[in-house]
């Protein structure tokens, strides 16, 4: 138990310092993943520049409809696929920061949990006689809380993998999609 002022507010003062680097963490991880987002869109801008202007050049050059639209055909398939492995990539970023976010979180709250914990029988070990019930209800709650993230973070985790699910059959009926196109162009 805290007997005095100054053990009190050397706990406190910890548990601060816990949460704020807690919060850097979290902070440092959406950071890396936002630094990843916009490499990839600086990346697909530049490409894309670059491949519009080929394109635009090849289908100005071409001598009759014929070869213009060829060309055209020709281009679509390829766009398609950059298209979805740029989807690919981005749900990838995504899901590894999530991952990284939940990890991060999960092993604070693991932390914390442990400290609340010791800190309850520390402060159970003097409690007067008669606050048995206080004492229960106190570990009934932090009991709730612990089982309530677990929930929150199944059902996450189980949304994370439904997104992915669903990218990865939204990516199967595209390219199913764009390569009858391009055969029946053909």
Same mark, same amino acid.
């Given at each position: 138990?805290?007997?005095?002022? $100054?053990?009190?507010?050397?706990?406190?003062? %910890?548990?601060?310092? +816990?949460?704020?680097? =807690?919060?850097?963490?979290?902070?440092?991880? +959406?950071? $890396?993943?936002?630094?990843?987002?916009?490499?990839?869109?600086? %990346?697909?801008?530049? =490409? @894309?520049?670059?491949?519009?202007?080929?394109?635009?050049?090849?289908?100005?050059? &071409?001598?009759?409809?014929?070869?213009?639209?060829?060309?055209?055909? +020709?281009? &679509?398939?390829?766009? +398609?696929?950059?298209?979805?492995?740029?989807?690919? !990539?981005?749900? @990838? /970023?995504?899901?590894? *920061?999530?991952?990284?976010?939940?990890?991060?979180? $999960?092993? !604070? /709250?693991?932390? *914390? %949990?442990?400290?609340?914990?010791?800190?309850?029988?520390?402060? #159970?070990?003097?409690?007067?006689?008669?606050?048995?019930?206080?004492? *229960?209800?106190?570990? @009934?709650?932090?009991? %709730? /809380?612990?089982?309530?993230?677990?929930?929150?973070?199944?059902? #996450?985790?189980?949304?994370?993998?439904?997104?992915?699910?669903?990218?990865?059959?939204?990516?199967?009926?595209?390219?199913? &999609?764009? $390569?009858? *196109? #391009?055969?029946?162009?053909?």
């Amino acid at each position: 138990m805290y007997t005095t002022p $100054e053990q009190f507010l050397a706990a406190s003062k %910890n548990g601060f310092e +816990a949460q704020f680097a =807690a919060l850097t963490a979290l902070n440092k991880k +959406a950071f $890396e993943g936002f630094e990843q987002f916009v490499s990839l869109n600086v %990346n697909a801008a530049k =490409a @894309t520049f670059e491949e519009s202007t080929a394109a635009a050049q090849q289908l100005v050059s &071409a001598k009759d409809a014929q070869e213009f639209f060829n060309l055209t055909t +020709a281009q &679509a398939k390829p766009n +398609a696929e950059k298209a979805l492995a740029y989807g690919r !990539h981005l749900a @990838t /970023i995504t899901s590894a *920061t999530q991952q990284e976010f939940t990890k991060a979180v $999960e092993a !604070h /709250i693991a932390e *914390t %949990n442990a400290k609340v914990i010791s800190l309850i029988d520390e402060v #159970t070990k003097n409690a007067p006689a008669g606050s048995e019930q206080a004492v *229960t209800a106190l570990k @009934t709650v932090v009991g %709730n /809380i612990n089982a309530g993230y677990e929930q929150l973070s199944k059902t #996450t985790k189980q949304a994370v993998a439904t997104l992915e699910e669903n990218l990865a059959n939204a990516t199967k009926q595209f390219t199913q &999609a764009a $390569e009858k *196109t #391009t055969a029946k162009k053909k």
